[in-house]
């Protein structure tokens, strides 16, 4: 990762938890900056599994086949944007 898409962040957090991760990575073989990607990992796990759950809440009401059909219209609409961008580049 160039140093320029680095931010540096300090953290708190207890004894215990340190040693158990520091000696979970060292058990894995892993280096001094697996610390730093290990982090970077579970708060992006932890970021996801809010959302998920936020988006669940959300439609918990909402019918299964409803649902269906908004996700195939999303998915419909994806695909057709990439393939527009993918003819654009190739007619250049």
Do not use: Y
Request: aromatic share 4%; charged share 35%; hydrophobic share 35%.
């Amino acid at each position: 990762m160039p140093e320029s898409a680095v931010t540096r962040l300090t953290i708190s957090w207890s004894k215990d938890t340190d040693l158990a991760l520091r000696t979970h990575l060292g058990s894995l073989g892993l280096k001094k900056g697996a610390l730093s990607q290990f982090i970077e990992d579970a708060v992006k796990w932890r970021l996801f599994n809010q959302t998920v759950g936020e988006v669940r809440e959300a439609l918990a009401g909402v019918p299964a086949d409803e649902l269906d059909g908004m996700i195939g219209e999303a998915v419909r609409s994806v695909r057709k944007e990439k393939n527009r961008e993918r003819q654009g580049r190739t007619r250049k």
